[in-house]
């Protein structure tokens, strides 16, 4: 389990479900299980509804994940468990605010990131996170990520920096785009151009988005890479 606390004073779950998704940010939530008034929560990012059993045996009411399937709805209820689903970009999603509120600039390259790309879970099969920055700031964000969220951080390769979240999930943070495998058709020429073609969101000014054609030519040249 990523983390687990006790609320101040117990909430009804429909008020604790308007809660989380408040604070998240998140355009609604799905929940279900004992109705049982909330008081001790576990929280997992991702996809973390196989847990159940463990935030039951650490003395839990509830448990905050995401991409919840109908028949785990079920077994929490059986269980005798609170089940809300957040969502699995508002569940991750604080690796973005992490890089945001230090001012450092960001490209969702991969991953839930790029939910407005892939709406639905099922989309979204990807096993890690990818985002981009810029390689004079790497060792900023990466040092932030791994004091403000826990993450382990692995040893740098010659474009990225692995990191693990405690609840498993793998972000790569990105410096380059650029690998040795790209020496085709112009990918590196291309792709070292790729900051040219982000343009920042009015709502969060440091997310960057890519243009289309940058951002489909990215993951052609990934898809022929592997």
């Not at 008020?15 to 279900?32: H, I, M, P, Q």
């Not at 382990?152 to 972000?171: E, F, Q, Y």
């Not at 969101?201 to 022929?224: I, Q, S, V």
């Amino acid at each position: 389990l990523c983390r687990m606390g006790t609320l101040k004073a117990p909430m009804t779950l429909e008020d604790f479900a308007k809660f989380v998704c408040r604070k998240l940010g998140s355009n609604g939530v799905r929940y279900a299980g004992a109705n049982k008034p909330v008081s001790r929560v576990a929280v997992g990012g991702g996809s973390c509804a196989d847990s159940q059993d463990a935030a039951i045996a650490a003395g839990c009411d509830t448990f905050v994940t995401s991409d919840v399937k109908y028949n785990q709805f079920w077994d929490a209820k059986d269980l005798g468990m609170n089940l809300i689903d957040a969502g699995h970009f508002p569940t991750e999603n604080p690796v973005c605010a992490v890089l945001a509120e230090a001012s450092i600039p960001y490209i969702p390259l991969k991953g839930t990131v790029l939910r407005d790309y892939y709406p639905e879970a099922w989309m979204r099969t990807s096993c890690d996170i990818d985002i981009l920055v810029k390689e004079e700031i790497l060792d900023t964000a990466t040092t932030l990520l791994a004091e403000k969220l826990q993450f382990d951080v692995r040893p740098k390769s010659d474009h990225d920096v692995t990191l693990i979240a405690p609840n498993g999930v793998h972000l790569e943070l990105h410096y380059d785009t650029i690998q040795e495998r790209y020496e085709v058709n112009g990918c590196r020429e291309t792709l070292a151009q790729i900051w040219d073609h982000a343009k920042p969101r009015e709502e969060r000014p440091y997310h960057l988005w890519l243009t289309d054609e940058m951002f489909y030519f990215y993951h052609m040249a990934h898809m022929a890479k592997h």
